[in-house]
């Protein structure tokens, strides 16, 4: 009996996702699985027919490094991440889920993802309590890209311990390990932590590598904004590895860079770190956004300690004299301080405010600027800026070198992941939000030659469903998920920039979730057909 096909991709170039060379076929799609590729399969037997002639079919891109937790709840479609053709979105990531809460801390937790969106989830989102109730939340929203979810020890921390500076008591730490094996239990894939950020900065290695045991005993993944891609880089390379090791989980480095003029070229020493360590058995990777600047909520830029009791706390304390001037003297006594220095290491001149909603006039201008504009020193506009905004004024902070860009992306660990925040408003949000794999594919492979199109693939498909553990998809094999992206290699381009970020790509023609056209002919379709993702 011949099955009758949902969907017919005829005539395509396909790159499956192994890193294979290409090969032709059709593609036939049966309720939202490949169920068959082979040549010359016949349009009379299909429902809808693409013909895909001229064009590349490759898995659906999974987004290894996402913020998209509150995103997905306010825009379940996703349109900027479905246009650039990504099917699968890792959140979760920095230490920062939107669960666990409990009831003593919830504020805490609404304030610190504001930057993310959390400042614009309705008041009952924030009654809820567990992991579990999150994603049957994000199901019930009717999401548009399929989700996989890690907890964040920053989430797990404030969770029983708030912005305080100290370690857990005994019972603290057991009660932090509860709350991460419930959220396991949930789904998550993994912990991740967020080691610049407070209250995790104030994480001794030993507190994250009990957590990171306990996602270990669900077979789970440890990921990590290390405690510095800059000045220390190598010591906190070491330390993740030392977590890896001692809770027996595989590590993953979160959009690995090196950041700081001083720092530039590093990637050789980082890069052989890894493959020494991979070498000797212990299991680590890395992800990367290909652009020179990075971006987060602005107050990372301020010394930990001045953090603690969180935002509302160092918004009052940045109003002192006194305190303004310790602030500056611990940030101008040098890089190679033991937290990373982003002023030092960047300078005003090079952090752009992205995002802030009391001073739309600042967004897209450098702090340097703004001081100039007002005749005023950074400092002052850096501390009024907290004072006001607190963790909704958001920057772009230019830090990286090409060579070190190309180099990372070069490596066969490495996989691709935007790091994205939303934008909101007027906000002018980092560009790897709606550019980010476009760019790999457009200006990294077909312009500047610097990887194949097929390992370009590999690095967005197959790498990471196989680090992740997503066992359905990444490859285009039958049986498996139909997520598939359809596009042209000689037009596909980012359009986005730091001056206009908010501009969709070119070259994708047609993205499929689950079997279902999320994107045909460029354009977004609507579709809902996610699925949120639970590691089993």
Known sequence: MTIKLDLLIKNGRIIDGTGNPYFFSDIGIVDGKIACLAQ??????????????????????????????????IN??????????????VIGNCGFSLVPLTDMHRDDMRKASAIMGGSKLPHDFWQLSSFAEFLTR??????????????????????????????????????????????????????????????????ATGEITELATVAAQFKGIYTTHMRSEGDQQMAAIEETLKIAREAGIAAHISHHKIAGRNNWGQSKDTLKLFADERAKGQLVTCDQYPYPAGSTFLAAALPPSFQAQGPQAFAEKLKEPAVRQAVMDEIESGSGAPWENLIKGAGFENIIISAAPRHEHYIGKSIVQIAEMETR????????????????????????????????????????????????????VHPRMHGTFPRVLGRYVREKAAI????????????????????????????????????????????????????????????????EPAVEHGQIMGATSGQVLRRK
Request: charged share 20%; hydrophobic share 40%.
């Open 40 to 73: 010359g399969l016949g349009p009379s037997n299909a429902n809808r027919v693409l013909d895909a002639a001229g064009l590349t079919v490759c898995p659906g891109f999974i987004d290894t490094h996402s913020h998209d937790d509150a995103y997905l709840l």
């Open 76 to 89: 379940p479609q996703c349109d900027e991440k479905v246009c650039q053709g990504v099917t699968t979105d």
């Open 138 to 203: 994000l199901e019930n929203a009717g999401v548009g890209i399929n989700v996989v979810p890690l907890v964040g020890h920053g989430t797990v921390r404030i969770a029983v311990l708030g912005y305080e500076n100290r370690p857990p008591d005994k019972s603290e730490l057991a009660q932090m390990k509860r709350l991460t094996a419930e959220a396991m239990q949930g789904g998550a894939f993994g912990l991740s932590s967020g080691l610049i950020y407070a209250p995790a900065n104030y994480a």
């Open 377 to 428: 020193k950074p400092y002052d506009v850096f501390f009024d800026l907290l004072i006001k905004e607190q963790m909704e004024a958001g920057m772009v902070i230019f830090m990286m070198d090409e060579a070190d860009i190309v180099r990372i992306m070069q490596d066969p660990i490495t996989m691709i992941g935007t790091d994205g925040i939303p934008g909101f408003g007027s906000s002018k």
């Open 452 to 515: 194949s199109l097929e390992a370009a693939i590999r690095k967005m498909t197959s790498l990471p469903a196989q680090t992740f553990g997503l066992y359905k998809k990444g490859i285009l094999r039958q049986g498996l998920d139909a997520d598939i992206v359809v596009f042209d290699p000689q037009s596909i381009i980012d359009n986005a920039t730091f001056e206009n970020p908010a501009q969709p790509p070119e070259g994708i023609s047609h993205v499929i979730v689950n079997g």
